[in-house]
């Protein structure tokens, strides 16, 4: 198992070279640059801003001095959007409040939707199944920039449980997490459901049953942990994608998360912050992967690592 970790961690490193070579190299292409404004800035300014953060130099300088800083010092460099703020401090004051409102969201979607998925398959075409599959259908349609407005109105404006936006105390991770919760609670709904359907009609779930067995015990000693495999692997791809922040849903509470940051510094141009969020996102999605793969070995125990 050692073993099998420390290969995972070592495969990354040609995966971050991957991606900040990719990134490094569209962000250059792209027409236009970080200084573009409305009203055009002056010649001489722009060659000042270049000079002072090296955008004047050859690319390929520019290549090898930013991940000598990132490899060597931990350094991002500065942003250039906000001004005597580097892009390590910014990702340290804005991530843990992504990942705060993202892991709060995705336990309520595992809470949730698997017990979901789950009546829905042990009553199979019951109107409790197709009222599971409206819920899910419903989770999965209704995009976060309509379901957060229509909770803030309820719960904020009419019935003043809960602050509108903001994030200045636990109160303030409700509603964003629900709204973000509502898309991969649904989904894993929909996956336990077609997973454990699946089993529940496999020989060693009938032999199971023709013991004598409780239905309730087939489920959850023979059946759940089979059927939970795939839904494992769809619920990793869910958590990296709510742990690393959504634009719309801290849009519209107006959170300070890494998500919102993310499409800003891509509208401003801000190279280095870009950079280092993009390496942020490539983080956690590998980690969360990784995370996934070890986890099938506690639930088949056939699957083995060395």
């Known amino acids: 198992m050692t073993r099998y970790v420390v290969r995972r961690v070592l495969i990354?490193?040609?995966?971050?070279?991957?991606?900040?070579?990719?990134?490094?190299?569209?962000?250059?292409?792209t027409p236009g640059g970080p200084w573009d404004r409305e009203k055009p800035v002056p010649p001489q300014a722009i060659a000042q801003l270049n000079q002072k953060y090296g955008l004047d130099r050859p690319l390929w300088q520019q290549y090898l001095d930013y991940l000598g800083g990132v490899?060597?010092?931990?350094?991002?460099?500065?942003?250039?959007?906000?001004?005597?703020?580097?892009?390590?401090?910014?990702?340290?004051?804005?991530?843990?409040?992504?990942?705060?409102?993202?892991?709060?969201?995705?336990?309520?979607?595992?809470?949730?939707?698997?017990?979901?998925?789950?009546?829905?398959?042990?009553?199979?075409?019951?109107?409790?199944?197709?009222?599971?599959?409206?819920?899910?259908?419903?989770?999965?349609s209704l995009p976060s920039f309509v379901v957060g407005p229509i909770l803030i109105w309820v719960f904020a404006l009419q019935l003043a449980w809960l602050p509108p936006g903001g994030i200045d105390g636990w109160q303030h991770h409700i509603l964003p997490a629900i709204t973000l919760s509502l898309f991969p609670m649904?989904?894993?709904?929909?996956?336990?459901?077609?997973?454990?359907?699946?089993?529940?009609?496999?020989?060693?779930?009938?032999?199971?049953?023709?013991?004598?067995?409780?239905?309730?015990?087939?489920?959850?000693?023979?059946?759940?942990?089979?059927?939970?495999?795939?839904?494992?692997?769809?619920?990793?791809?869910?958590?990296?994608?709510?742990?690393?922040?959504?634009?719309?849903?801290?849009?519209?509470?107006?959170?300070p998360g890494i998500g919102r940051q993310f499409v800003t510094s891509v509208t401003s141009r801000d190279y280095p912050l870009l950079m280092g969020v993009t390496l942020l996102m490539t983080t956690v999605v590998a980690l969360v992967n990784l995370a996934v793969d070890l986890s099938y070995a506690l639930l088949d125990p056939r699957i083995r690592y060395g």
């Open 186 to 255: 649904s989904l894993l709904a929909r996956a336990t459901r077609a997973s454990l359907i699946e089993v529940l009609s496999a020989d060693y779930v009938r032999t199971a049953r023709s013991k004598g067995l409780r239905e309730g015990l087939v489920v959850r000693r023979h059946a759940l942990r089979n059927a939970l495999i795939p839904v494992i692997t769809i619920g990793g791809i869910l958590l990296a994608e709510v742990l690393v922040g959504s634009f719309y849903v801290e849009t519209v509470f107006a959170v």
């Open 71 to 140: 490899v060597t010092r931990f350094d991002f460099g500065p942003s250039y959007s906000r001004v005597a703020r580097g892009v390590g401090d910014i990702i340290r004051e804005l991530f843990p409040v992504s990942l705060r409102i993202g892991a709060l969201a995705m336990s309520l979607a595992v809470l949730l939707g698997i017990p979901l998925g789950v009546m829905a398959a042990v009553r199979y075409q019951s109107v409790a199944d197709r009222a599971a599959l409206v819920i899910s259908v419903l989770g999965v």
């Open 12 to 29: 990354l490193l040609p995966v971050w070279l991957t991606v900040y070579t990719l990134t490094f190299t569209l962000y250059h292409l």
